[in-house]
């Protein structure tokens, strides 16, 4: 019997996960469990200068540290490259891509959203970027946190690059050939990822796959305002006890904490998160987070 509900996590191995991630992974995880579905993992490997060496290795020793154990094999992106180069070609034939060569400053020139110019100049694929054609634009989708959001008109419209000029794969193409893949009912994320949706339902339409529903986590953010990210330097998620972290995640995410359940052990708090969790609970507003862990928890959650 295959499961109706499947949910994911994909994180990029550009760090390893701070508090930040760890909501995206929890409310993936426990959106999964709590309707029996599956709940894979997948490593979005795609940007090797963008990965730090052994960052993918810690993310999935991280997750089985927190108790957040995966279904299935982990997909790894970077072994997907004929899968994509499948997909483009498909789009391509069917005349739904163009090669542009336009730089970025010309970009810049037009207002910083793309204007079409190569639509009709027939550029080769030499030093080129492949665009998808956005003939029917997708302006808005259903989120299941949020409700019906609404994307820029300008940005909807916008030809997005589907293959790098530098000839990598953009994330849109890879994310939605996968998750499509991986049979994704729901996509549960952080609401960082609610911009790059529409362009991810306008490829959905071009191949003819079904659609999976968006639910747009809240993010955490630092005192700057600015969202917790390996950028601006976010703490790896401690070593030691993950309880307290779990539960400051669950708190985070609007759901109630019964006291003492730091206490459990790991895999009963998980049980009890998922049997209590309710969507409808989970703030659609950023908030702040205070770093009030130590690192290293002085109780050693190994000895439980
Ligand atoms: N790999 C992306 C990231 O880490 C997330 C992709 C997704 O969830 O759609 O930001
Ligand atoms: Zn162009």
């Not at 540290?65 to 995966?70: A, P, V």
């Not at 994509?84 to 970009?107: G, K």
């Not at 409808?280 to 002085?298: E, F, V, W």
Request: some cysteine; charged content about 20%.
């Amino acid at each position: 019997m295959s499961p109706s509900y499947i949910g994911r996590f994909a994180p990029s191995p550009s760090g390893v996960l701070h508090f930040g991630s760890l909501i995206a992974a929890l409310g993936s995880y426990l959106q999964a469990r709590a309707q029996q579905g599956q709940w894979l993992v997948r490593i979005e490997d795609i940007d090797p200068p963008r990965e730090v060496p052994g960052a993918a290795k810690r993310i999935l020793l991280q997750l089985e540290q927190y108790g957040l154990h995966w279904d299935g094999e982990v997909l790894w992106q970077s072994q997907r490259h004929d899968a994509y180069r499948e997909a483009l070609a498909r789009l391509q034939q069917h005349n739904h891509s163009y090669f542009c060569t336009c730089t970025r400053s010309r970009i810049q020139q037009v207002g910083g959203v793309y204007d079409g110019h190569c639509r009709t100049r027939n550029c080769g694929p030499d030093n080129a970027a492949l665009r998808l054609r956005v003939d029917v634009p997708v302006d808005h989708f259903h989120d299941n946190l949020r409700g019906e959001v609404v994307a820029d008109t300008r940005l909807a419209q916008e030809d997005f690059i589907i293959h790098r000029r530098d000839g990598l794969f953009a994330y849109n193409l890879a994310v939605v050939v996968d998750d499509y893949y991986q049979g994704v009912t729901e996509v549960v994320r952080g609401a960082d990822l609610i911009e790059p949706t529409v362009r991810q339902i306008a490829l959905y339409q071009q191949f003819g796959w079904p659609v999976p529903g968006y639910l747009h986590l809240p993010l955490a953010i630092n005192a700057d305002g600015n969202k917790l990210s390996k950028q601006n330097h976010a703490p790896a998620l401690p070593e030691g006890d993950p309880r307290p972290v779990l539960v400051q995640a669950l708190q985070f995410l609007g759901q109630p904490v019964t006291p003492g359940w730091q206490d459990l052990p790991l895999s009963v708090l998980l049980q009890q998160a998922a049997m209590q969790w309710d969507v409808a609970t989970i703030p659609r507003q950023d908030a702040l987070y205070r770093n009030a862990l130590p690192q290293g928890s002085p109780r050693s959650y190994l000895k439980e």
